[in-house]
């Protein structure tokens, strides 16, 4: 069926190291495409979407693109901050479909 | 304030004492939806609701009961939890069901079946 596979955690990283979560889809449909994050105690608020090939999202500093010819749709920030660290979830959600598809989550830890 | 509302937050129960947990939206959305968080397996959905007394299975129903009486609410029912439901659960609400809009999610209850 549709899938998600986003890249397994925990990762840490220092303060304003640059930062690549992958996240590849299985190639079924048209599919948007999200990143969700999930803060210590909280629920999950949307990051950033695209929802055709080529969109880029972005938001806070972390930008992603839908990248049709890889199934890809990577997390990236170029100077992350303590405040990034947070639960990182790959998401899709089908076209006429309201459910969505989630990775495994990614756990970002970042240091002083 | 548009939000997303669950209670309670944190729940410790036995096995086969029934239980619900409640979910309310304030943004007149159609679409409600459930999902459990578990440890290495993301987040997968229970029931959703495309609109009042209109509810379906997800992914993982089984255990699960929810109801749909009025457009705000969408309670989640464990008739006999078991310890394999202890969880982290997230309800989740749409304006639409039609694959367009942001879904929004509650701040989760935590779920632990002894």
């Known amino acids: 069926g549709d899938s998600v596979t986003q890249m397994e955690g925990p990762v840490t990283l220092s303060e304003e190291a640059f930062l690549t979560i992958n996240c590849t889809y299985t190639?079924?449909?048209?599919?948007?495409l999200f990143w969700y994050v999930q803060y210590p105690g909280e629920g999950l608020q949307l990051l950033l979407k695209?929802?055709?090939?080529?969109d880029k999202g972005s938001n806070k500093g972390f930008e992603a693109t839908y990248r049709k010819e890889t199934t890809s749709f990577h997390l990236e920030k170029g100077s992350v901050q303590v405040s990034d660290s947070a639960v990182y979830f790959c998401a899709r959600r089908d076209f006429g479909n309201e459910k969505l598809t989630f990775g495994t989550g990614t756990r970002l830890t970042i240091i002083p | 304030e548009a939000q997303v509302t669950q209670n309670p937050r944190y729940l410790i129960t036995v096995t086969g004492k029934k239980l619900t947990v409640t979910c309310s939206q304030n943004?007149?959305?159609?679409?409600m939806s459930w999902y459990r968080q578990d440890p290495g397996l993301g987040l997968r959905q229970i029931y959703y609701?495309?609109?009042?007394?209109?509810?379906d299975k997800g992914d993982v129903p089984e255990g699960y009961k929810v109801s749909r009486k009025e457009k705000r609410n969408f309670p989640l029912i464990l008739e006999s939890p078991s310890p394999n439901q202890t969880s982290l659960y997230f309800c989740?609400?749409?304006?639409?069901?039609?694959?367009?809009?942001?879904?929004?999610f509650g701040p989760g209850t935590r779920l632990t079946v002894t």
């Open positions: 943004m007149n959305h159609e679409y």
């Open positions: 695209a929802t055709k090939a080529d």
């Open positions: 190639a079924t449909g048209y599919p948007s």
């Open positions: 989740a609400s749409s304006e639409s069901g039609t694959g367009v809009n942001e879904q929004y």
């Open positions: 609701s495309m609109n009042v007394e209109v509810t």
